[in-house]
């Protein structure tokens, strides 16, 4: 069995074992399994059944994550998106007034457009081209994005009318938990421990309980019905014109933010080619927009690839086999609800915020002296948290890109792909 996973997966070539690959998808999933409980408490608002959209979510992440591992061999784990469930739900159903069954259909549609511009030759065009400094911002922007989230989850930060955001209590017992268990996987990391965020998770999660701050809830429970939600998308009205600029919106921010994720995680890992590009990037795409479709269908939002699984990366992960295990780990979480639910926000907050210091690395290999390369990487990587949403950062980050080459007089530089990413990203912002 360790020659097969050494030879499918190619261990051996990625300076990877199957234990090391083992810990980075336990990493990840534990990053990720907050999703688990807030997929289902975001749609339950757009009157969802809670029970039911558990399961759905369980079931979509490993799949996604499964063919994510076995069909692309990338240690990226998928899952339900963050931002856009909350589209789904706020925007869609609540803020326009469309049935949750017709929104469902609305992300079915977007899936399969995404699928068809997985297979055409466009999808590597339009990533690929993408320059390396912008790569290096994205990976950068990522980092901070990831940042802020878990500094908001901890209570390290808090809204203010007068500053937008101001530190909040850092002795409560969650800020307190989050920021030792960072300074704790630093140190577990800068002595050579690969399972460091994992011993970090583990850690915060023990003295919470024992503290009685987070509740121990159990380890197995049978897993609820999904009935409610499976397969009751109503494709047929997403159809109406009135829902054009939601399945469009959906699609664009899939994309994108699955772009953002591959070149981040990727660039991290080490595994772009000689050439800075994505290998088996179609392979990719097909797990997300898949996923994105299926998952449809059991009774979720969208389903997307998660910069979370830098994670599991940072742990040692390299291939495929990573998500292969995050797979099965959702898969138990049908059953071993109460435990995942028994891990504190604020520890999965402390492994985003080391991830997140690793990410902003890449700062360093961005070619500052070029002022027309290196403020767009600035720009994308800034506006990733300042507008709190990945694709929304690197629409911005294109069209700064192309609007200061063109300025500059070097509008030569500006690949094509860039350049029609802008016009697509300025016809969003202005129309939709």
Same mark, same amino acid.
């Given at each position: 069995?360790?020659?097969?996973?050494?030879?499918? &997966? !190619?261990?051996?070539?990625?300076?990877? %074992?199957?234990?090391?690959?083992? #810990?980075?998808?336990?990493?990840?999933?534990?990053?990720?399994?907050?999703?688990?409980?807030?997929?289902?408490?975001?749609?339950?608002?757009?009157?969802? /059944? =809670?029970?039911?959209?558990?399961?759905? %979510?369980?079931?979509?992440?490993?799949?996604?994550?499964?063919?994510?591992?076995?069909?692309?061999?990338?240690?990226?784990?998928?899952?339900?998106?963050?931002?856009?469930?909350?589209? &789904?739900?706020?925007?869609?159903?609540?803020?326009?007034?469309?049935?949750?069954?017709? +929104?469902?259909?609305?992300?079915?549609?977007?899936?399969?457009?995404?699928?068809?511009?997985?297979?055409?030759?466009?999808?590597?065009?339009?990533?690929?081209?993408?320059?390396?400094?912008?790569?290096?911002?994205?990976?950068?922007?990522?980092? $901070?994005?990831?940042? =802020?989230?878990?500094?908001?989850?901890?209570? #390290?930060?808090?809204?203010?009318?007068?500053?937008?955001?101001?530190?909040?209590?850092?002795?409560? $017992?969650?800020?307190?938990?989050?920021?030792?268990?960072?300074?704790?996987?630093?140190?577990?990391?800068?002595?050579?421990?690969?399972?460091?965020?994992?011993?970090?998770?583990?850690?915060? @999660?023990?003295? @919470?309980?024992?503290?009685?701050?987070?509740?121990?809830?159990?380890?197995?429970?049978?897993?609820?019905?999904?009935?409610?939600?499976?397969?009751?998308?109503?494709?047929?009205?997403?159809?109406?014109?009135?829902?054009?600029?939601?399945?469009?919106?959906?699609?664009?921010?899939?994309?994108? /933010?699955?772009?953002?994720?591959?070149? !981040?995680?990727?660039?991290? !890992?080490?595994?772009?080619?000689?050439?800075?590009?994505?290998?088996?990037?179609?392979?990719?795409?097909?797990?997300?927009?898949?996923?994105?479709?299926?998952?449809?269908?059991?009774?979720?939002?969208?389903?997307?690839?998660?910069?979370?699984?830098?994670?599991?990366?940072?742990?040692?992960?390299?291939? !495929?086999?990573?998500?292969?295990?995050?797979?099965?780990? $959702?898969?138990?979480?049908?059953?071993? +609800?109460?435990?995942?639910?028994?891990?504190?926000?604020?520890?999965?907050?402390?492994?985003?915020? *080391?991830?997140?210091?690793?990410?902003?690395?890449?700062?360093?290999?961005?070619?500052?002296?070029?002022? %027309?390369?290196?403020?767009?990487?600035?720009?994308?990587?800034?506006?990733?948290?300042?507008? &709190?949403?990945?694709?929304?950062?690197?629409?911005?980050? =294109?069209?700064?890109?192309?609007?200061?080459?063109?300025?500059?007089?070097?509008?030569?530089?500006?690949?094509?792909?860039?350049?029609?990413?802008?016009?697509?990203?300025?016809?969003?912002?202005? *129309?939709?």
């Amino acid at each position: 069995m360790q020659r097969v996973l050494d030879e499918y &997966f !190619g261990l051996t070539k990625n300076g990877t %074992t199957i234990g090391r690959e083992i #810990i980075a998808g336990v990493t990840t999933f534990l990053a990720m399994s907050y999703i688990t409980v807030v997929n289902p408490l975001i749609l339950g608002d757009a009157g969802m /059944d =809670f029970e039911a959209v558990f399961v759905a %979510t369980c079931c979509a992440a490993a799949l996604g994550s499964l063919v994510m591992g076995v069909v692309a061999n990338y240690p990226i784990g998928l899952a339900p998106g963050m931002g856009q469930n909350a589209f &789904f739900t706020y925007a869609v159903v609540i803020g326009s007034g469309h049935p949750w069954q017709t +929104a469902l259909g609305a992300v079915f549609l977007s899936g399969a457009l995404f699928l068809i511009i997985s297979f055409l030759p466009v999808r590597a065009w339009l990533i690929n081209s993408i320059p390396k400094n912008l790569k290096l911002g994205m990976t950068a922007g990522i980092g $901070f994005f990831l940042a =802020f989230v878990a500094m908001k989850n901890a209570g #390290i930060i808090t809204a203010n009318a007068s500053t937008l955001i101001a530190l909040d209590d850092l002795l409560s $017992f969650p800020a307190f938990m989050a920021l030792g268990g960072f300074f704790a996987i630093t140190a577990f990391a800068s002595n050579g421990y690969r399972s460091a965020i994992i011993l970090g998770v583990l850690l915060i @999660s023990l003295v @919470s309980w024992g503290a009685g701050e987070a509740d121990f809830l159990g380890i197995v429970a049978a897993p609820p019905s999904a009935a409610p939600v499976f397969f009751q998308l109503d494709i047929r009205a997403a159809l109406d014109i009135s829902m054009l600029s939601v399945i469009l919106t959906m699609l664009l921010v899939d994309v994108f /933010d699955t772009a953002g994720t591959l070149v !981040g995680v990727a660039t991290r !890992g080490n595994l772009m080619d000689a050439s800075g590009n994505l290998p088996r990037l179609s392979k990719a795409l097909l797990a997300d927009s898949s996923s994105t479709a299926v998952g449809a269908l059991l009774g979720t939002s969208s389903t997307t690839s998660y910069i979370e699984s830098a994670a599991g990366v940072e742990s040692g992960g390299r291939t !495929g086999l990573s998500a292969v295990v995050i797979a099965i780990a $959702f898969i138990l979480s049908l059953v071993l +609800a109460p435990l995942a639910q028994s891990i504190p926000s604020y520890a999965a907050a402390a492994a985003l915020l *080391f991830v997140s210091t690793s990410m902003a690395q890449s700062l360093i290999e961005i070619d500052w002296p070029d002022i %027309t390369e290196s403020t767009p990487a600035i720009v994308t990587a800034l506006m990733m948290p300042f507008s &709190f949403s990945i694709a929304d950062g690197i629409g911005i980050g =294109f069209i700064s890109y192309a609007l200061i080459k063109l300025l500059a007089g070097r509008v030569k530089e500006v690949p094509s792909a860039v350049g029609f990413i802008a016009l697509v990203f300025a016809f969003k912002f202005a *129309f939709l």
